[in-house]
């Protein structure tokens, strides 16, 4: 299985990798820009996003550009984002613009974040 992991968190970034490479193929960007490339690239099985990098919005951004395209408007995305704490705003699944399989939020512990992983992407094999 692969995951895409798109955050411009460098340390957050390497902490997720080491726990995702452990049951997962994991390719990175660090802005929607460069996951957008990496999708022309090779669909993943997995998209994890944040929600705020280049600017406050780009991870739905990213989420409703891979909602639009047939080639990927059935590819789980997981937008894990600390902008509960930043804003103060907890978003859920259904609340948002762009539909997404789960909001998870920073921080996440690494048995927690592999559980989340495991239950979307089996939920997809069904």
């Not at 406050?56 to 047939?70: I, M, N, T, W, Y």
């Not at 978003?91 to 992983?117: C, D, F, N």
Request: hydrophobic share 45%.
């Amino acid at each position: 299985m692969r995951i895409l992991l798109v955050d411009d968190d460098e340390v957050f970034r390497t902490a997720v990798i080491a726990v995702l490479e452990t049951r997962y193929q994991v390719r990175v960007a660090v802005n929607g820009t460069e996951a957008m490339e990496r999708v022309d690239e090779e669909i993943p099985d997995l998209v994890i996003l944040d929600v705020m990098m280049d600017h406050l919005s780009e991870g739905f951004d990213v989420a409703r550009k891979l909602r639009s395209d047939p080639r990927t408007e059935l590819v789980p995305i997981i937008m894990l984002t600390g902008v509960d704490q930043v804003y103060n705003l907890r978003m859920e699944v259904g609340e948002s613009w762009v539909h997404t399989e789960r909001y998870l939020e920073k921080p996440i512990a690494p048995a927690q974040l592999l559980e989340e992983v495991e239950q979307v992407l089996s939920q997809r094999e069904t």
